[in-house]
């Protein structure tokens, strides 16, 4: 029996953080042993918000980055594919095959693109960020993925993906699944700075390769209630940062009790539970970064793995590109031209 492919992944944008982790990492790691699992480098998707030279520049840096990260939260090499994707054109290619059956009004219903735009200082909607849902449907379904684990922002977008699925087995005939969308169990956490959700873009993250030093000091510098100005003030405890990631990172659920009473009733200090927090995100970190030293070790490891997920993915998307083109009868329109061709030829070298 065939196992169940899927897909996920991330720009190389920066190294991945704590909300990457609860967002969609978590569910990695969970899911990858059942599933075939490809994890997409996406670098075409970051030309949508970051097309700088310089951003390019970085790709094939911050490319290491984001596979070590994930390595080190938990996947294990030997049963996931790590793929570029700008090094597999064929991607492309679907990506055009697919951007026909989608409208425009259903692309401007993503909510996601609008916050993309704007996080990323952009005025106006690029056209290649209003067609991201589609080049991820082009992403997921050029290696049939048949789920895929995403955070909150993607949800909407793995619809879309669905949506392009149905339509084009309706018009051609069954050729991609129909992927399932698995949801991350904490839809998003909010950055260090409770303005908005963890973000690289705003400078608000803990990652998850950042050492003990940094850890704390971002912790110590995190925002709580503005309005507790002494520890013996009640503070609020619904909203307040801290509290949320003791809420997902602190396994001592009495501890989180007694610190969210306290703090309530005005006898804990905003101190003692970040110094509590620290405790809990080190105990979390730990052994990722000990995963960490042990990739960064093998020297190449990496390069590696990313160099054989591509070659032997682009195998992949190659036939599932043939069988979609065979399958909406672009072939046999080249082919009906060139054997009609082929005979005027014959007819012109044939002495009258």
């Known amino acids: 029996m065939s196992v169940a492919r899927m897909l996920t992944g991330d720009r190389p944008t920066g190294r991945l953080h704590l909300g990457h982790y609860v967002g969609s990492i978590a569910n990695r790691v969970r899911l990858h042993h059942r599933y075939e699992s490809f994890f997409i480098i996406a670098d075409l998707h970051m030309l949508t918000t970051r097309n700088r030279r310089e951003d390019i520049d970085q790709v094939s840096a911050n490319a290491r980055e984001m596979v070590t990260d994930i390595l080190s939260a938990g996947v294990d090499p030997a049963r996931a594919t790590f793929y570029l994707q700008s090094a597999i054109p064929e991607v492309g290619d679907l990506n055009t095959l697919l951007q026909n059956l989608v409208t425009v009004p259903r692309l401007e219903r993503v909510p996601s693109l609008k916050d993309m735009a704007r996080d990323s200082g952009k005025e106006e909607m690029p056209y290649g960020l209003l067609g991201y849902p589609v080049l991820q449907a082009a992403d997921i379904l050029c290696v049939k993925g048949e ?37 991350a169990d904490t839809p998003s956490l909010v950055g260090t ?15 998850l390769s950042d050492d003990p030093a940094t850890v704390r000091r971002k912790v110590l510098g995190m925002y709580t209630d503005p309005n507790r100005v002494r520890a013996d003030v009640p503070g609020t405890v619904e909203g307040n940062p801290v509290f949320a990631y003791h809420e997902v990172f602190n396994p001592d659920r009495d501890e989180v009790a007694d610190l969210a009473r306290r703090y309530r009733a005005g006898r804990v200090g905003d101190v003692e539970v970040k110094e509590r927090l620290v405790v809990a995100l080190e105990t979390f970190l730990a052994p990722i970064r000990e995963r960490r030293a042990e990739i960064e070790a093998d020297r190449g490891l990496v390069d590696r793995l990313i160099v054989e997920g591509t070659e032997r993915t682009r195998l992949e998307v190659r036939e599932t590109l043939v069988e979609v083109r065979r399958a909406m009868g672009l072939t046999g329109a080249y082919q009906q031209v060139r054997r009609r061709a082929e005979r005027s030829r014959r007819r012109a070298e044939t002495p009258a």
């Open 193 to 207: 700075d409770g303005a908005a959700k963890m973000s690289k873009s705003r400078g608000n993250t803990i990652a």
């Open 147 to 183: 789920v895929a684990p995403v955070g909150r922002d993607n949800a909407a977008h793995v619809e879309v993906t669905r949506e392009i699925a149905r339509r084009f087995n309706h018009l051609y005939g069954e050729v991609f699944p129909v992927p399932e969308l698995i949801p």
